[in-house]
Nanobody, 126 residues
Framework: QVQLVESGGGLVQAGGSLRLSCAPS????????MAWFRQAPGKGREFVAA????????YYTDSVKGRFIISRDTAKNTLYLQMNNMGPGDTAVYYC???????????????????WGQGTQVTVSS
């Protein structure tokens, strides 16, 4: 069973920064795209950012453009999310996801991703 393991969550003050990391516990699949989603209390899971593993094309939801940067280290098989100028609205559990194809042609569609991490809590205090 493939597992994605996130790290780097925590408590940060508004205006601060955090960097999340995600790596698979085993490498038994060919990655097409990886992404970050988040789920705030009482809300659904929403798309944050995605990156094509081979070409490096990136995708962002509007609310994080210019503040968050998604990147990957293919040699280390690790995904990152650099979060800057954070606000209370960024408070959520952040999930890493991996997909093996672009079957649905949408980086933000949850069904595109077959593998998920357990989530890491990010809390931004005002």
């Amino acid at each position: 069973q493939v597992q994605l393991v996130e790290s780097g969550g925590g408590l940060v003050q508004a205006g601060g920064s955090l960097r999340l990391s995600c790596a698979p516990s085993t490498r038994t699949f060919s990655t097409y795209r990886m992404a970050w989603f988040r789920q705030a209390p009482g809300k659904g899971r929403e798309f944050v950012a995605a990156i094509n593993w081979s070409g490096g094309d990136t995708y962002y939801t509007d609310s994080v453009k210019g503040r968050f940067i998604i990147s990957r280290d293919t040699a280390k098989n690790t995904l990152y999310l650099q979060m800057n100028n954070m606000g209370p609205g960024d408070t959520a559990v952040y999930y890493c996801a991996a997909g093996t194809s672009d079957l649905y042609g949408s980086a933000s569609y949850r069904g595109q991703y077959s593998y998920w991490g357990q989530g890491t809590q990010v809390t931004v205090s005002s």
